[in-house]
């Protein structure tokens, strides 16, 4: 008998234990689901307070088109869009609630859009960090920022912050040792952006995305997201960009939790290493753990409280919306994920 | 600056010009797609023949149930199955014409299913390969064998071989150094077979399921198939298993094509190398040529004319099933899946 180069390369890959593999189950939610002419995505992840599950999510109403030659028409379903919230009482059956965060008046950093928010508890106050843009945003590029509401109480009132905590950076850079991406922008862009309290201090991980791909088309790497951290001493800033940024070379929206002492990710949709499961104990430096497929795209993670327990606890269940390509009709709705029961641990 | 392990790893990445990336479009077709009570899944190839597409599918009816107790009883969706066939003018909307192979009579070798057929066209011939089960195949634990039928004209009919052309090694062999795979049987079934005529002979390609998974779980490397070759001088056989097998480590339904002198191959929902496009030049030993996402489950490609001209054009379009975790209800149907436009090299 003899070896094909597919079984020599296997016999290299790093085997693990299956505590960090999964595949996952989806079905539809009540409350967040289709409905025409609205959109709902990119949901928070999911907290339990009191009793009751809550969930804040980009809400948007109206058609778009990318193609408009009027750059003050709604361009993308996050586009003119505001962040509402939702509670349940076990996950599935979802009641909307109202808006959490609004668009800002006439001038200000987040006159057009605010979105994409991610939810973070901690010391008995409650944060979301979302994407904003100015009334010119869009026309300058998909120009976002980063922001900062706190609240004392889950419901509201919400405070932003009076500027962006996270702002594109000219002065970026990319790997310039990838020769692809030579001379490209890194933080061209910041998106997605996700906060945690770790190691004492705050952690802010957000996408990145090149202005412009210089080839116009992926190379063997996908497309051009990939993950950077800035951290902060204070929840409110100022977060410094890690040197290390950027601190994955694939993934598109940030899916994490917090494991023992350590962050762990899901990177899907893009680059060399998407559709894997990682660990970085340093919250920086990740390792790949595990290959998935079938990932759910956009995901906002319940926040279990026994993540500690096991790899995956963190990733339990959440929501998500699917990607485009995936989605029914042109209205984004949210969808619940699970991991399957036979690869829980706990 | 600093490099995270991420950028250092990305740095040892392959690179690719883009020839071998895409990304896929989805969606339903008229005439194949949902419908309450019947089951179709698992298109072959499709081919143009005088103007017209043609397509051949698992089809049957009634409900399944896998747990039931009475090993006779319907127990999968291709379980009493036969193979049906339909035709297209453009692709999209599709006219069911009948059934194509229909199961065996009592004792034969496809007394209980026929199913998950391809096809191929040479030399003015058209052959069918396909599963089979014989009245206990279930029974003794999915113990299905290969079929080929042939046929002077594409609309049959079409001509059985005696005997099945493939059948289940007990014998057989998995990756003995490869440890959590340590004394399995490879090839302890043989499913999804693909014919080719390529450097002058026959190319069987084909599943191999392990009998059961020796710690009832995955391991980092996912699940539990691989990908076998059997050749032939002749196209009734014998095929004989090739001494490489398994010539992948990685990859659920065998999707193929030709592309020059060699053979290109998606891998999709298994292994470590799960959702890569590969090819061989000599058919057998595989290299990783990109890395893509949200692949097409099950397909089943357009035999394109022009496959020649890049390396995706043989994966231009085809038909496919969504797998049961994203198909909507319990019947399976068959939708369409496009590279998108913007990655097509002709």
């Excluded at 003050?72 to 996050?78: A, E, I, N, R």
């Excluded at 210089?214 to 997201?225: I, L, R, W």
């Excluded at 790899?311 to 339990?316: C, K, N, T």
């Excluded at 485009?324 to 706990?346: C, H, M, S, T, V």
Aim: hydrophobic share 30%; charged share 30%; proline share 5%.
């Amino acid at each position: 008998m003899k070896k094909s180069t597919a079984t020599l390369r296997a016999e290299n890959y790093p085997h693990d234990n299956g505590e960090w593999f999964c595949e996952f189950n989806y079905r539809n939610v009540k409350g967040l689901g289709k409905e025409e002419g609205v959109v709902r995505r990119d949901p928070s992840a999911v907290i339990l307070v009191d009793g009751l599950y809550y969930v804040w999510y980009t809400k948007s109403e109206g058609d778009f088109n990318s193609k408009s030659e009027n750059i003050y028409d709604k361009q993308f379903p996050w586009d003119y869009a505001d962040i509402w919230y939702a509670t349940s009482k076990d996950g599935y059956d979802w009641e909307e609630q109202g808006v959490a965060i609004g668009r800002g008046g006439q001038g200000s950093y987040d006159e057009r859009t605010v979105c994409t928010p991610e939810i973070l508890a901690h010391d008995g106050k409650f944060y979301l960090v979302y994407q904003c843009m100015d009334k010119d945003g869009k026309y300058r590029g998909t120009y976002e920022t980063v922001a900062l509401a706190a609240a004392e109480h889950v419901c509201g009132p919400w405070t932003k912050s009076k500027e962006p905590i996270l702002t594109r950076r000219e002065d970026g850079h990319w790997l310039d040792d990838y020769e692809t991406y030579n001379d490209q922008v890194f933080e061209g862009t910041v998106h997605d952006p996700t906060l945690f309290f770790y190691n004492d201090k705050f952690y802010l991980y957000y996408k990145c995305a090149l202005q412009k791909d210089k080839q116009n088309k992926p190379d063997f790497a996908g497309t051009n997201t990939r993950w950077g951290a800035a951290i902060a001493d204070k929840v409110e800033g100022p977060y410094i960009p890690s040197e290390y940024n950027p601190i994955t070379n694939s993934g598109h929206e940030v899916i994490m939790w917090q494991y023992k002492d350590g962050m762990a990710a899901l990177l899907n949709r893009e680059g060399p290493e998407r559709d894997t499961i990682q660990y970085a104990k340093d919250g920086i430096n990740f390792e790949i753990m595990s290959r998935i497929s079938h990932s759910p795209g956009a995901a906002g993670l319940f926040r279990n409280p026994e993540a500690d327990k096991a790899p995956l606890e963190g990733l339990r269940w959440g929501l998500w919306h699917p990607p485009y390509e995936e989605r029914e009709g042109r209205w984004d709705y949210i969808r619940r994920f699970d991991i399957r029961p036979k690869y829980l641990q706990n």
